[in-house]
């Protein structure tokens, strides 16, 4: 196809909302936990006879028994203060709320886990079949989706592990049509990326129209045929293998033009130039210097480097950290509204209106990532030029981290609005700088491979979140205990951007 005019912004614009629609549906699992709730999905497991728990009330534990058949009455420190309406106003169960977060540990383990399955399918068979197999797998997610009910409810699992899965190649795939903007490419990347984050809100879409009426199963069913777009772009708009960089273009371009004839055999080169009537007018040939190749470590030196292990701790901390309050969001407004299942579907929508920003604040960790490279772009020292401009975001990105653990700690719901914003801009700064340290500190030719081991080896470890989840729903006091164990290890993180300062300081004290 001819991208040239009009038609590579068309491209673009097609590409942004397929990635808007279906890459990152994922992380709108608090609207759809919402929703399977109200479908009394696990609802089975829940006890069927008049439930008591304690709840927190002007800083005391008083006790509140749900009569589940209807009315319900709630005691103050043992003196009976009347009825409360039910409606809107419902009993956490732990078994339910347990198989909802093993569905999302499950689902955003495996999310992390494709990255490196699929970027091997698209580096060895290129765009057009990665594509595919992207629309057979999320088209399947959708449609196990819009099967769930309370005869079904194992669904949920396959199905938001193949949406999550499905949803990912869109933007690894519509990536490369930044090389069609020279000049803008990574503001290209940065507006995908927003796309990316905000596609969560098509989630909460799904739970408006469930609560204007719409079933689910109307709802997933529309995404799965909506998702045929997907099939327009792969086989009209890009090509099958890669779309090429410029600089590689402008090779091609120049060979042609002046016919140019590059030959390279034997760690050497003939380079021939021709004027129009083809006769050879110069003929050099040079031996390649190995000058270049002598100085790119080797792969294995790259992954036992402390700066690739420290990176790998700083994404499994902070990620194990986003993804745990992803999976117990639900509760963490259960418990903050006390129980109040109208708070609970307010605040949710609020949530997921606030990820919408995620637009913005995926580009802002750009800008501030470049405005350290102008900074440091003329140290003397090499080390300097390529470290430094990575310790601000980093540690502006452990910080979101801690500011989240601490805000979480804070029983009011008035704070929930802060919790949100932060966890949005934590969100951002966490893929958008932990990929640009990567690209910045290592050679081009294993970027893809790093990723995809520092992805992988987060989403295992990020099978722990279900532990702080039943450690949290085990005892009163345990959401408590465990989120200020997760502000502890969150604050770990820091020992990456801080020991990357450290070892400019020590290479500056060496040249001095």
Not at 8 to 37: C, D, H, I, M, Q
Not at 41 to 61: E, H, M, R
């Given at each position: 196809m001819?991208?040239h ?7 673009a ?14 992380y709108?699992w608090a609207?759809v936990?919402?929703v ?8 089975d ?8 728990t304690?709840v ?15 009315d319900?009455t ?22 339910q709320?347990e ?8 689902g ?10 699929f970027?091997h399918i698209?580096?060895?068979f ?7 197999c992207s629309?057979i ?23 938001l ?8 190649p ?7 049509i930044g090389?069609?903007f ?7 990347i ?15 879409l799904v ?22 777009m ?16 410029p600089s590689e ?6 060979a ?5 004839v ?20 110069e ?13 790119i470590p ?10 690739f ?40 929508n609020?949530?997921m ?7 913005f ?33 980093l ?24 919790v ?11 893929y ?5 340290y ?8 294993y970027f893809g ?6 992805i992988?080896?987060?989403g ?13 729903q ?29 070892s ?5 004290y060496?040249?001095?």
């Amino acid at each position: 196809m001819d991208y040239h005019g009009w038609r590579r912004y068309l491209v673009a614009v097609w590409a942004f909302v397929e990635t808007f629609l279906f890459a990152g549906l994922l992380y709108g699992w608090a609207s759809v936990n919402w929703v399977l709730k109200q479908e009394n999905v696990y609802a089975d497991l829940c006890p069927q006879t008049p439930f008591k728990t304690n709840v927190t009330i002007n800083g005391s534990d008083d006790v509140v028994f749900y009569d589940l058949d209807g009315d319900n009455t709630t005691t103050y420190n043992g003196t009976d203060v009347g009825q409360r309406p039910t409606v809107g106003y419902r009993p956490q169960c732990k078994p339910q709320d347990e198989k909802f977060a093993l569905c999302f540990t499950i689902g955003s383990a495996l999310f992390c886990a494709s990255s490196a399955l699929f970027g091997h399918i698209n580096y060895k068979f290129g765009t057009r079949i990665t594509r595919i197999c992207s629309m057979i797998i999320f088209m399947a997610g959708t449609v196990m989706f819009a099967f769930v009910d309370t005869d079904r409810p194992w669904l949920i699992y396959p199905g938001l592990s193949f949406i999550g899965m499905g949803g990912l190649p869109l933007l690894v795939t519509n990536a490369q049509i930044g090389n069609l903007f020279p000049k803008g490419s990574s503001t290209w990347i940065g507006l995908l990326c927003g796309g990316f984050d905000c596609s969560s809100a098509i989630q909460l879409l799904v739970k408006v129209a469930y609560e204007a009426g719409i079933r689910i199963q109307y709802s997933y069913g529309l995404l799965t045929g909506l998702h045929l777009m997907v099939g327009v772009s792969t086989f009209f708009f890009l090509p099958k293998t890669f779309i090429p960089r410029p600089s590689e273009t402008a090779t091609t371009e120049v060979a042609q033009d002046e016919k140019v004839v590059d030959l390279l055999e034997n760690e050497k080169m003939e380079q021939s130039i021709t004027n129009e009537n083809g006769q050879v007018y110069e003929k050099t040939t040079f031996e390649v210097s190995d000058e270049k190749a002598s100085d790119i470590p080797s792969l294995k030196a790259c992954l036992t480097s402390a700066t690739f292990l420290l990176h790998v701790l700083w994404l499994c901390l902070l990620q194990l950290r986003f993804y745990f309050f992803l999976a117990s969001v639900n509760t963490y407004l259960h418990r903050i509204t006390n129980n109040d299942t109208y708070k609970v579907s307010y605040f949710t929508n609020v949530m997921m209106y606030t990820m919408l920003g995620g637009l913005f604040s995926s580009m802002f960790s750009g800008v501030v990532y470049d405005w350290q490279r102008r900074m440091f772009q003329d140290s003397r020292i090499a080390l300097k030029r390529k470290l430094m401009p990575a310790i601000l975001p980093l540690m502006i990105t452990c910080g979101l981290g801690i500011l989240l653990s601490v805000l979480v700690l804070i029983p009011h719901e008035a704070v929930l609005y802060f919790v949100f914003i932060v966890m949005t801009l934590y969100r951002s700064f966490i893929y958008s700088v932990g990929a640009a340290y990567l690209s910045a500190m290592f050679p081009n030719e294993y970027f893809g491979l790093l990723y995809g081991i520092w992805i992988i080896v987060a989403g295992l470890v990020g099978f722990l979140q279900i532990g702080f989840f039943t450690w949290a729903q085990s005892y009163l006091e345990g959401p408590f205990h465990a989120n200020l164990f997760c502000l502890c290890f969150v604050t770990l993180s820091l020992i990456h951007p801080i020991y990357q300062w450290w070892s400019c300081r020590r290479e500056a004290y060496k040249l001095s």
